[in-house]
């Protein structure tokens, strides 16, 4: 069973960063797609960013394509998602969430993936 817990959210002025932390377990990743996602209040959840374990390339939402970095740490089962400048539009709760990958998917979609972490809020303040 793959468990993913993701840590770091807190509260944040405009214009500060967070670094997010999702530490995946329970199984070998090399197969796997890791993708960050958010909700906020009253809204669907979205695609933030992911990537292929096996790839190099991330992939990023054009609200975030600039401010937000994706990075991994694969001996560690790690993957980060550092945030800069942020904006109060950022505030959600955001996911960690991972697919096993067996051909062509959509990685922006919330259905295509298998596994999810419990989330962890980030507020911006204005």
């Known amino acids: 069973q793959v468990q993913l817990v993701e840590s770091g959210g807190g509260l944040v002025q405009a214009g500060g960063s967070l670094r997010l932390s999702c530490a995946a377990s329970?199984?070998?990743?090399?197969?796997?797609?890791m993708g960050w996602f958010r909700q906020a209040p009253g809204k669907e959840r979205e695609f933030v960013g992911g990537y292929r374990w096996s790839g190099s390339r991330a992939y990023y939402a054009d609200s975030v394509k600039g401010r937000f970095t994706i990075s991994r740490d694969n001996a560690d089962n790690m993957v980060y998602l550092q945030m800069n400048s942020l904006k109060p539009e950022d505030t959600a709760v955001y996911y960690c969430?991972?697919?096993?990958?067996?051909?062509?998917?959509?990685?922006?979609?919330?259905?295509?993936?298998?596994?999810w972490g419990q989330g962890t809020q980030v507020t911006v303040s204005s």
């Open positions: 329970g199984r070998a990743f090399s197969n796997y797609a």
């Open positions: 969430a991972a697919k096993y990958v067996t051909g062509n998917y959509d990685y922006t979609a919330v259905k295509e993936y298998d596994y």
